[in-house]
């Protein structure tokens, strides 16, 4: 029998994608910011169209882009590959964070508003979850309805301005956002990381412009402190602190995917857990009431049956995401610890690194998941590019393009090997955790039977949904 | 201000003002070619407790040829239009043109063909047709 000892953070190989040439280009202030323009037009574009266009949802650009180009765009493509590069040019926080600024583009040392400190016992992403799963909760209605969609992206854009001007820096983007919440976690898997590369460099520099800004840019917007920044969960890659570091000590690298899964961190905290789960137990759900033939739930869902009924899902939707997943796996976990000979380890810590480790289902659960509302609705792309209002215009052409899913005969194949994958990863994650957290490999092999349980049955259910 | 805010600001405004405006601009000059490069009238089809028939382009007029132009906004309708005798089905999105010839003045009904909701059956509404 051999004693393990796994060290609390992995080493991995890491390739910088950073050329000279692409670093002056990064360090250049009108980068991001006209990524964000960019993103910005987009979005007016999806507000009128949401607001104004015709109410028929696979005609209107705003449903077709905002639920299925840019949902599909994120989850599947930007968060693996590149982390929280939405993040670097959401146009969400940008009013906001050009008032508090004072400034568009050009660096100020006079910020406005009052500056506040976020409130310590917000410190969390408790808000974010209850954002995001009271969104969710109206989905079937918010994701059909162009009008709604609208007025969702409209107040999105309006709630930051506020709270820019009354806390410091981006509170919104690190402590409200809905769409940030599932971003960061998920971006723990992505294929790209932003890193101090030289620890020492940094220790020894007394400057510490990352977190103090310079005449080259601000002090790190999300509250991180680059020299020990080890996860990518908060960090939303506005590259300040690429532009302020004088020592040319930040790097942007291709790593091992997964690679934070492991690591610890002390704002790794039970909220970041629940959102772990919140996102598996959504999937599921989605795939059901969205996806699923069971026309008697989007009733219950869109108030079609009654208040009654409405109130039914709400308890099933939000006691499942809060309290019955959560529960089922702490009392999973607690049974892991005891299996592997270690009750007296901490649960809550246990809880939280499994929790996480669950990021890679989660994340194909949804790939898989979006992989078919693309499949299927591409189509619709090219005739709302054309007309975006479904007014009669047609300015591509392509307005009359005739419904035609891409090769939906693959896609049962596609979903069953993403969320394949996504098992595997979590289990490796998982197996990894119980080395570390228990004596030898037999105890870790003990305590990984109820943990990798859960993720198997999880896996038996999507591929249910998926397969049929 | 800098050089650059003044630049970036610029962009900003063309974003913000710029493309709502290209936007209402645009739309200004389809619907004024749709409705008076010939003789079109618009008719948008709602739900009637959305308002039901809404005409835009004025009224027939008597031994003049038309187009009428009839645009589903947001279930499929049907239509009818008495003593004209057309009809069609309406599906969102695919905007349906039909030609028509008023013989005499007056109000000329229609009616929606398709239960397309609880107020199907009061989706009323008229045609004008003026002399020539």
């Known amino acids: 029998m051999s004693t393990v000892s796994a060290p609390a953070a992995q080493a991995y190989p890491t390739r910088s994608v950073l050329t000279p040439r692409l670093r002056r280009l990064l360090r250049s202030r009108w980068v991001p910011w006209i990524f964000i323009l ?9 507000i009128l169209t949401g607001l104004f266009g015709t109410m028929t949802g696979n005609q209107n650009f705003a449903i077709v882009f905002v639920w299925i180009v840019w949902w599909f765009a994120l989850i599947a ?9 939405w993040c670097a040019i959401c146009p969400l926080p940008a009013g906001g964070e050009w008032l508090q600024r004072g400034s568009l583009v050009e660096h100020k040392t006079r910020t406005w508003g009052l500056n506040r400190k976020w409130p310590r016992r917000l410190n969390n992403l408790w808000t974010v979850n209850f954002l995001f799963l009271g969104i969710a909760l109206f989905s079937p209605i918010i994701t059909t309805n162009p009008r709604v969609t609208g007025f969702l992206l409209l107040g999105l854009m309006i709630v930051p301005i506020p709270l820019a001007l009354i806390y410091s820096k981006r509170a ?28 020492a460099v940094c220790q020894h520099h007394l400057g510490k412009e990352c977190i103090k800004g310079s005449v080259e840019g601000y002090a790190c917007p999300w509250m991180e402190f680059p020299q020990t920044l080890g996860r990518n969960a908060y960090c939303g890659l506005c590259l300040e602190c690429l532009k302020t570091c004088p020592k040319e000590n930040i790097d942007i690298r291709l790593r091992p995917f997964g690679a934070d899964l492991l690591k610890d961190a002390k704002d790794k905290d039970a909220s970041e857990a629940w959102k772990s789960l919140i996102m598996l137990e959504l999937a599921g759900v989605y795939l059901v009431v ?45 049974l892991s610890r005891v299996l592997g000979g270690r009750p007296q380890a ?8 499994n929790a ?28 709302t590019a054309s007309d975006p209002f479904g007014w009669g215009w047609d300015l591509l052409g392509t307005k009359a393009m005739a419904w035609q899913p891409i090769l939906p005969q693959t896609l049962p194949y596609i979903q069953i090997a993403l969320v394949l994958i996504g098992l595997a990863y979590t289990v490796t994650a998982l197996h990894r955790l119980s080395l570390r957290h228990f004596e030898t490999r037999r105890a870790a092999a003990k305590a990984l039977v109820p943990m990798a349980a859960f993720a198997f049955v999880a896996t038996a259910t999507f591929l249910r949904l998926f397969v049929g | 201000m800098g050089r650059q805010n003044l630049v970036a600001g610029a962009l900003l405004v063309a974003v913000l003002v710029g493309l709502p405006a290209g936007i209402y601009v645009y739309e200004a000059g389809q619907r004024h070619q749709r409705l008076y490069a010939e003789e079109v009238i618009e008719i948008h089809a709602y739900v009637a407790e959305a308002g039901g028939w809404v005409v835009h382009g004025g ?13 589903a906004e947001d279930v499929v309708h049907g239509f009818f239009i008495e003593r004209l005798n057309v009809t069609g089905t309406l599906v969102p999105g695919h905007p349906m ?36």
């Open chain 1, 38 to 46: 960019a993103s910005l037009a987009g979005f007016v574009l999806v």
């Open chain 1, 77 to 85: 493509i930007l968060v693996p590959l590149m982390s929280r590069s």
């Open chain 1, 172 to 199: 919104f983007c690190r402590y409200v956002c809905p769409v940030g919440g599932f971003l960061g976690l998920y971006s723990n898997f992505s294929w790209l990381e932003l890193r101090a590369n030289e620890k």
């Open chain 1, 290 to 334: 969205l996806l699923g033939p069971y026309g008697y739930l989007k009733d219950w869902a869109t108030f079609r049956a009654g208040l009654d009924h409405f109130l039914l899902y709400t308890g099933l939707f939000v006691g499942g995401a809060l309290l019955f997943v959560p529960f089922l796996f702490l009392l999973l976990t607690h």
């Open chain 1, 346 to 353: 901490s649960l809550r810590r246990l809880f939280i690194d």
């Open chain 1, 356 to 383: 996480v480790a669950l990021v890679p289902l989660g994340l194909f659960a949804w790939i898989a998941f979006s992989v078919a509302l693309l499949q299927v609705n591409w189509s619709y792309i090219f005739a």
């Open chain 2, 59 to 71: 009224a027939l007029r008597v031994g003049v040829a038309f187009t009428l132009r009839l645009i």
């Open chain 2, 97 to 132: 043109e039909v030609s028509v010839l008023a013989t005499e003045p007056g109000s000329y009904t229609m009616y929606c063909t398709v239960s397309c909701g609880p107020g199907h059956n009061v989706m009323v509404g008229r045609l004008e047709a003026v002399a020539a």
